[in-house]
């Protein structure tokens, strides 16, 4: 679940025929090593990476961004003065406390402090987990942190052995965790990292990146151009510490938030690889373009790499096929219950069919046009960046959604959308008239799985 508002928007069952299934995930790149942890030691060295909220928003066209943070493994008690030096090369900011981490409203965002060359003394109010934030095209920062700051119990993947973390967790009482690896980052309370700290954390932190390599391959990250590379920053997994009405998780600028009741799927192996839709989803909402996004295909086309991991996961691990489950009232999977509704009358995609059902109109395309089919269309939007407006403008991102998918798959889909009750409007028809498309050979709303 997205929650809305742009300025802070809080917003198949065969492996071998889903995008990023073993289609290209070996081809995707690591992220450089020299944004790389190395656990322990209170000196510091990170190098400058382009803005998550700026420069790579534009050069990926998401929707959301990844996270600007960079670990440390240390925690700051509250009102404690922490001695910090910057050593020479770049100034970074310090930053105190992981978003959404504390439950006290003053001190549920994240604080920053600029520093300057040299000793600094910093003291906040609320305390919590230390970070670093360097912003820049080149060059880096060498960082000492004071010892006034407390390591945490800090697993990192491939540095952290499980008997060391074990003792960590016993020894370290500071009132977070953080697990680390190339890609991941994740937060949680102590009491959270107690109730699950029999899991084999090396598989943990394995699946978080099986996990986000199936959906930057979805999102076209094969390095094959500068512009399709992986981002360069994490992706930040918060533990929310109370759970939220009316809401299960969500995803927002440069984090992604789960409360306790479903932290079981964000911290033990079997959660993650069986039970881990709602992980899955809210990484999608930082994987979604703006372009082809109206507000209404918020919550829907964020399961296009959901739907990617389950394929993936169905056939590494025995998960459940989502489009495949039987619904609980009629019994018929999406696969059986969408396909009759199509063509009928009055049919209004928004209204007609249920999350899982408008699903399926998007398991067509990839069917009917390929397994890269989402990662072209992907690559396609990063290299022209077509003109997205605003994301209240729903005929604009309605329009480009039919335009641009009929772009990719190298067909005019006009039918096939209007079947779905998807709107196209005379705008949509004359831009694909004037691209000289053709229906496809075969209709897509025929295709079955």
Request: charged share 20%; hydrophobic share 35%.
């Amino acid at each position: 679940m997205m929650p809305h508002a742009r300025p802070t928007q809080l917003t198949r069952r065969r492996v071998l025929q889903f995008t990023g299934a073993g289609v290209a995930l070996a081809a995707v790149p690591a992220l450089p090593a020299a944004a790389e942890v190395q656990p322990g030691g209170n000196t510091i060295t990170i190098p400058a990476l382009p803005s998550a909220r700026t420069t790579e928003l534009d050069r990926t066209q998401d929707s959301l961004s990844a996270s600007e943070l960079r670990t440390t493994g240390f925690y700051l008690p509250a009102d404690t003065a922490l001695n910090v030096v910057v050593h020479t090369g770049l100034v970074p900011t310090l930053v105190i406390g992981a978003p959404d981490a504390d439950a006290r409203a003053a001190f549920k965002s994240s604080r920053e402090y600029p520093l300057q060359a040299g000793r600094n003394t910093i003291s906040d109010a609320g305390g919590g987990v230390v970070y670093l934030k360097l912003i820049g095209d080149s060059g880096s920062a060498k960082v000492t942190i004071g010892e006034q700051a407390q390591p945490m119990p800090y697993f990192v993947l491939g540095c952290t052995g499980e008997a060391d973390f074990q003792r960590q967790l016993d020894e370290r009482t500071t009132p977070y965790v953080e697990f680390v690896s190339p890609h991941a980052m994740i937060t949680v309370e102590r009491a959270s990292a107690l109730t699950y700290r029999n899991e084999n954390h090396t598989d943990l932190l394995s699946t978080y990146e099986d996990v986000i390599r199936i959906e930057d391959a979805t999102s076209g990250y094969d390095g094959s151009a500068p512009v399709h590379a992986r981002l360069v920053h994490r992706y930040h997994f918060v533990g929310y510490p109370s759970a939220i009405t009316g809401v299960g998780a969500y995803a927002t600028h440069g984090h992604m938030s789960f409360p306790p009741p479903i932290q079981d799927r964000m911290l033990t192996v079997e959660g993650l690889r069986m039970r881990g839709w709602g992980i899955y989803h809210e990484l999608g909402h930082q994987h979604q373009q703006i372009t082809y996004k109206p507000s209404s295909l918020t919550e829907v086309t964020v399961n296009i790499y959901s739907l990617a991991v389950n394929a993936v996961f169905a056939t590494k691990y025995g998960q459940v096929p989502r489009l495949h489950a039987p619904d609980a009232k009629t019994g018929l999977t999406p696969w059986q219950s969408a396909p009759g509704k199509l063509r009928s009358p009055g049919v209004t995609y928004g209204t007609t069919f249920d999350p899982y059902e408008k699903l399926v109109m998007f398991e067509q395309l990839r069917l009917a046009f390929g397994n890269q089919f989402w990662a072209t269309l992907h690559k396609l939007v990063r290299g022209e960046h077509p003109y997205a407006g605003d994301y209240t403008d729903e005929a604009l991102r309605l329009r480009n959604l039919v335009v641009l998918c009929s772009r990719t798959a190298g067909h005019d889909l006009s039918d096939f959308f209007r079947a779905w009750g998807v709107p196209v409007d005379a705008e949509a028809t004359a831009q694909l008239s004037a691209l000289h498309l053709t229906p496809p050979p075969t209709d897509p709303t025929t295709i079955r799985d």
